[in-house]
C-alpha cells in the first residue's frame, strides 16, 4: 500500500464549480502537505503549502489538512479552464525534502 | 522562475548505452533531487543531494548514479539503460533551511526514450 493516496481522477467539471480535490495517507510524521499543480508537458509548480493541521486560503484555492484523519484536500472555487492540469499531493516528515508525492489528479474544466 | 534548466530536453537512446541527464541551477540552493514520473506511479524520488559531493539515496536508485561536483550542478546518469528507465525526468531545487515549508522547485523536465 503506497504512502500517500490520491483520488485518481479524471475529474471534469463545468466552469465555476468548485472543485474538491483530495489525499489520504498512512505515515502520522508528515508534517509538511504541499499541492503542486502541473501543465501538461511542464515541470510541476507549487500551488499551496501547509504546515501541520488547518486551513490556508490563497485567492480561490484553499488547503486543508486534517492530520487526526490523515486527510488533506485542495479546494478550487470559481474554477476557470485556465484551472485545467494535473494536481499533485505531496507531504514530508523534515523539511529537507524527500517529499512523497501522490500520483496526481486530473483536472478539465470546460468553459 | 526558479532559474532551473535541464538538458537535454528530450533524448532517444538504445538499451546498454550509458546516458547523463544535467540539471542546472542559478540559485545556489544546496539541495537539489532527482525525480522520475511515470504513469501510475507519480512522482517518485530517485537520488538528491544536499550539498556538492553530498549525495544519498531515494526509492528508485537502482541503476542510476549521479555526482554533484559544483553547487549548480546535479548529474544523472544510467549507466546502461534500460526500456523500464524510459521516462520524464524532472530535476528539483529546495530553498535552503529556515523555513517552515519543504516545497521544491521544478525543472521543465527531460523525456527519455531507451528503444
Known amino acids: 500500500q503506497k504512502e500517500v493516496e490520491q483520488d485518481p481522477g479524471p475529474l471534469s467539471v463545468p466552469e465555476g464549480a468548485i472543485v474538491s480535490l483530495n489525499c489520504t495517507y498512512s505515515?502520522?510524521?508528515?508534517?509538511?502537505f504541499m499541492w503542486y499543480r502541473q501543465y501538461s508537458r511542464k515541470g510541476p509548480e507549487l500551488l499551496m503549502y501547509?504546515?501541520?493541521?488547518g486551513n490556508k486560503e490563497d485567492g480561490r484555492f484553499t488547503a486543508q489538512v486534517d492530520k487526526s484523519s490523515k486527510y488533506i484536500s485542495l479546494f478550487i472555487r470559481d474554477s476557470q479552464p485556465s484551472d485545467s492540469a494535473t494536481y499533485l499531493c505531496?507531504?514530508?516528515?523534515?523539511?529537507?525534502?524527500?517529499?512523497?508525492f501522490g500520483d496526481g489528479t486530473t483536472l478539465t474544466v470546460k468553459p | 522562475d526558479a532559474g532551473i534548466t535541464q538538458s537535454p530536453r528530450h533524448k532517444v537512446t538504445e538499451t546498454g548505452t550509458p546516458v547523463t541527464l544535467r540539471c542546472h541551477q542559478t540559485?545556489?540552493?544546496?539541495?537539489m533531487y532527482w525525480y522520475r514520473q511515470d504513469p501510475g506511479h507519480g512522482l517518485r524520488l530517485i537520488h538528491y543531494?544536499?550539498?556538492?559531493?553530498?549525495?544519498d539515496k531515494g526509492e528508485v536508485s537502482d541503476g542510476y548514479s549521479v555526482s554533484r561536483s559544483k553547487t549548480e550542478d546535479f548529474l544523472l546518469t544510467l549507466e546502461s539503460a534500460t526500456s523500464s528507465q524510459t521516462s520524464v525526468y524532472f530535476c528539483?531545487?529546495?530553498?535552503?533551511?529556515?523555513?517552515?515549508?519543504?516545497?521544491?522547485?521544478f525543472g521543465p523536465g527531460t523525456r527519455l526514450t531507451v528503444l
Open positions: 528539483a531545487i529546495r530553498e535552503d533551511v529556515g523555513r517552515a515549508t519543504d516545497t521544491q522547485y
Open positions: 505515515n502520522s510524521a508528515f508534517q509538511y
Open positions: 501547509t504546515y501541520s493541521s
Open positions: 505531496a507531504m514530508s516528515r523534515t523539511n529537507a525534502g524527500k517529499s512523497t
Open positions: 540559485e545556489n540552493h544546496r539541495y
Open positions: 543531494s544536499y550539498g556538492v559531493k553530498d549525495t
